[in-house]
């Protein structure tokens, strides 16, 4: 079993910048790519970021591109978020993904453990 947790959400003003977390534990041998996924209010899941296990495999929404940036420790078994530039579009709850393979996907389908999200919310 895999947990991942979410945090560092929360309530910023645009342009604004948030660092999320998401922490693994339990039997993470093995467990490869990550990614994170934000769902605004009333919309499906979307792709934001994904990164391989060694890091030097990153994929990027378009939205988000050149805002974000994804990045991970594997000594602390943790992926971040760093969320600069911040619109009120960006508000949504952020999931963070893992999967058991090396390279990241895009697609919500491929990730097998999921953390509970944290929200994030952009203010005008």
């Known amino acids: 079993q895999v947990q991942l947790v979410e945090s560092g959400g929360g309530l910023v003003q645009a342009g604004g910048s948030l660092r999320l977390s998401c922490a693994a534990s339990g039997r993470t041998f093995g467990v490869s790519a990550m990614g994170w996924f934000g769902q605004a209010p009333g919309k499906e899941r979307e792709f934001v970021a994904a990164i391989s296990w060694s890091g030097d495999s990153l994929y990027y929404s378009d939205s988000v591109k050149g805002r974000f940036t994804i990045s991970r420790d594997n000594t602390k078994r943790t992926a971040y978020l760093q969320m600069n530039s911040l619109n009120p579009e960006d508000t949504a709850v952020y999931y963070c993904?893992?999967?058991?393979?090396?390279?990241?996907?895009?697609?919500?389908?491929?990730?097998?453990?999921w953390g509970q999200g944290t929200q994030v919310t952009v203010s005008s």
């Open positions: 993904a893992a999967r058991r393979t090396l390279a990241p996907a895009i697609t919500s389908s491929d990730y097998a453990y």
